[in-house]
């Protein structure tokens, strides 16, 4: 009986002492096949962030596409009406009906008149003067510079020039000297 009793509580030893040890060995495999489920979910994530990120993408290409489209239509249509108001030499009236031309009741004597800033006095000897190139424009009427060249078919002016209205004519002035680089004789 003594060695059944001890084969009994080896048995029972070997049973306390296993069933951790089985137990530690089944909770490991289940951590081991979690890790790898949580690995794959996590691979699956990424692929559909990255797929989701590649629509948005592709979305916003084509939100920049069509945007772009309107645009370039819109800038077409500027142009076109820009074209419609541009100065007309041919047309002798072409300035009736403009905004900057409201004060303009035709030439005065004794005076320059400057659209969108109105008339201004002109000393006695530039009345009626004829601006050539070389020669300088007086300071007092180098402020009145042209507020769109592209209304009267000029070119931008350059850096340190400035297209001023001078009498009918307009010019172009250095900003530092008044040199008159260029002239546009009876605009109006």
Known sequence: ???????????????????????????????????????????????????????WRDDRRDDRRDWRQDNRHDRRDFRQDRRADRWDRGNPNWWRGRPEFRSYSGPRRGYYFAPSYGYYRVEPRYYGYRWQRGHSLPYAYRSYHVRDPYFYGLRPAPRGYRWVHANNDIVLIALATGLIADIVLNVY
Request: aromatic residues 2%; positive net charge; proline residues 2%.
């Open 1 to 55: 009986m003594k060695t059944l009793a001890k084969a009994a509580a080896v048995a029972i030893g070997l049973i306390t002492v296993s069933a951790p040890l089985a137990a530690e060995a089944q909770s490991r495999q289940d951590r081991r096949e979690w890790r790898q489920d949580h690995r794959e979910d996590r691979r699956d994530n990424r692929r559909d962030n990255r797929q989701d990120r590649r629509e």
